[in-house]
């Protein structure tokens, strides 16, 4: 088979990639869904900064890749706002055994932890699954 006779692949044991059930699962980050500059740190329309993790689950090849939108904490934030980021980044640090202290966010990418899983439905994407909760030190 030449390298142009990809269709003579058999493919009628693939399965749809769908949502995950609901539950507890080790999860693997496996990029960062970057801006239209291929920057990683993002800029909302307010000009707050975050990141978006992908993740895969490592044990349900069938399963689709989901994000999670991570705020990166700033002083421009309101208190509350504040501590919410830096409690949400914490957490993350904990579950994935990020060291203390700068860390680039490409080093992270094939680090597994645990967390709980939703499911959701929208118009726009289907069932989709989200993070829950990281389970820190698992």
């Known amino acids: 088979m030449s390298d142009n006779s990809f269709l003579d692949i058999e493919t009628s044991d693939a399965i749809e ?15 960062f869904r970057k801006d239209n500059d291929d920057n990683i740190i993002r800029v909302d329309k307010s000009g707050g900064k975050y990141f978006m993790p992908m993740f895969e689950l ?6 689709k890749t989901f994000s999670k939108f991570m705020r990166v904490p700033s002083s421009n934030m309101e208190e509350k706002a504040l501590n919410s980021a830096k409690w949400d980044l914490e957490i993350f640090k904990r579950a994935f055994g990020v060291p203390e202290g700068g860390f680039d966010l490409n080093d992270l990418v094939g680090r ?11 118009a726009e994407y289907g069932e989709t699954n989200y993070i829950s909760k990281f389970i820190a030190g698992a």
């Open 112 to 122: 597994e932890a645990w967390a709980l899983i939703g499911k959701e439905s929208s």
């Open 17 to 31: 990639p769908c949502a995950a059930d609901p539950g507890e699962y080790q999860i693997r980050i496996i990029g």
């Open 58 to 63: 490592t044990d349900e090849p069938a399963a």
